[in-house]
């Protein structure tokens, strides 16, 4: 070929490979759907099908300054996104995120709907800056959430993410439950920290956050305590709804103060789980009208909030075991929880109310299918994730009662560890998975357990679960570690993330304990003082320092190495109050031989 003709003809051949770049990527997006098939990138991870690109391809240029210009109504709820984004990003790096002037990186934040309930897209604008888009106010939400975590903040500034896509959520109900009793973090640590923890959970696509007045620590209403319990819990609820979360309640069916009156008292025969003696029977003259007096108190005092949920609960605790109200579970519980819903709805326009199972015997759960035979009007949804008594999964066998939609209660604070969480992080990724993939596919999302902050890992775990069933718990674990550590210690948190998880019972830590340890200091020396300080990287790494320290000392609590872990454990849980044995971290002696 002559040299002259070499110009026009390589001219060619790129116009041809960009109109067949440019059909196949119409072709990719026109069939994302639901789910995140679309260039992702974070530390590898690239949905299935994509061609991985070199690290260089997989973020932007790092910048020090960001800003943040908003093409949709100026709403609180944005306002606290862009706030969330903010914090966001300068906790982690040196750069600075303004909402005016001038930055070496425009995000921009818009609302338009089409994208699907709660989605979004992050798309290249035109003019170089980076489109986040929601389909609503949650749906931006959580488009700033996958632009977070498919960033990095560790190359001394901000560098951008490049993944691309449209993605919206496969289950309605994406919810976290707050166990707010016993002096755990969210009764006790103090409050910003717990608002900010429930601004972090919305960033992972959660969209509501259900708390309990966990009644049997006061005495009455009017409890000077109680009343400051109530304020605590409001500006929990408060930060959820600052950024577009929905809110709700857990109840107890005969739940009572702590000073109820003793003649009203519930049989703890008939309880199962916690036995609250406080709780009351609904069969004695007064019991009935006791409780809905509480309650009528109680959500009217909340109403302004707008709850979206209540669960209804008839164990762990509650239930009565006197003669008049067995059988509990299917008679009696019924008869409780129906004026408590209709109570509910009366006070909270528009609020779901999700009976629970829990505890329910394969008896009690028979009764209840037979007593909704005709699908009952003041039940939307049935909560059946693990029956404790009947050790097996009654839904696939018998059905789900009215045929209503099933939500679970996963549990993710308490196995295998006592006190929870009091050796650390308890991150549980291939138990999790093999349960979702056995239980997943008949719910329509649910409520995780939890009692701390311990459970982070398993949380988000869920969190993308209900966004996208099919999402495997490695994916998001890669995703998890390279945003809140850093993707340059992706390959060894992983593999040490899942020795913690082998050795999670206590009672059988073996020698991959020394591994994980040594993969902990390894990951530990890359980190920038920001992650190395976070609380995340703190109970993990101390997790692993224990778990080393257990196995070397045959799994006696004693030394220095342990006291010192325990101490800072109960520190960032604020556990110095908590229910001991069962949520403060053990303390052990200073010295002793191994």
Known sequence: MPSGERPQVMALCAEKHLVWIAVALALLLAGCGTAERAMQNPAG????????????????????????????????????????????????????????????LTVRLAIRPGIGDEGFRIADGADGAIDVIGNDARGLLYGVGKFLRTSRADRGGFSPGLWRGTSAPEKRVRGIYFATHFHNFYHDAPIEKVERYVEDLGLWGFNTLCVWYDMHHFNGFEDPEAAEFRERLRR?????????????????????????????????????????ESDICPSVPGGKEYVLGNFAE???AFADLAPETVWIWPYDSGGCGCKNCQPWGQDHFLKMAEPVAQLAR????????????????????RGLVEAFREKPDWVDYILAEHFVDAGTDLPT??????????????????????????????????????????RGGGL???????????????????????????????????????????????EDALTAIRLLEENHPRDRIGESACRAWDLMKKSDAKLT???????????????????????????????????????????IYHADNALEDWLRPPEVEAAGPR
């Open 529 to 571: 003082p920001q992650a190395r300080r976070s609380w995340r990287w703190r109970i993990l790494y101390l997790r692993a320092s224990i778990d080393k320290e257990m196995y070397e000392r045959k799994g006696k609590l004693r030394g220095e190495t342990l006291r010192q872990a325990f101490r800072e454990l109960t520190g």
């Open 236 to 276: 929990i609820l408060r930060a959820a709804k600052g950024i577009g979360m929905g809110v709700g309640f857990g109840v107890v069916a005969n739940e009572g103060y702590g000073n109820s009156p003793k003649p009203l008292r519930a049989d703890p025969a008939g309880m199962r789980g916690a036995k609250m």
């Open 45 to 104: 991870m690239n949905a299935p099908g994509d061609e991985r690109r070199s690290d260089a391809m997989k973020w932007g240029q790092t910048v020090r300054s960001v800003r943040v210009e908003t093409v949709c109504e100026q709403t609180d709820v944005v306002a606290a996104i862009i706030r969330v984004l903010k914090r966001q990003i300068e906790d982690r790096c040196e750069a600075e995120v303004q909402t005016a002037g001038e930055g070496e």
């Open 397 to 438: 066998r018998l059905g789900v009662p009215g045929g209503l939609p099933m939500v679970g209660f996963p549990e993710i604070s308490m196995w295998g560890m006592l006190p929870w969480g009091g050796y650390g992080a308890n991150p549980r990724p291939a138990a999790l998975q093999a349960e979702w993939r056995e």
């Open 346 to 365: 009366r006070e909270f326009e528009g609020a779901r109310i999700i009976l629970s199972t829990w505890f329910f015997t394969e008896e009690e759960y």
């Open 444 to 490: 329509d999302g649910g409520f995780p357990y939890s009692e701390g902050i311990y459970e982070d890992i398993n949380k988000a775990l869920f969190a993308q679960f209900y966004w996208q069933a099919d999402k495997p718990a490695e994916e998001t674990l890669k995703e998890y570690v390279a945003f809140e550590f850093g993707p340059d210690v992706v």
């Open 298 to 300: 109680y959500f009217s």
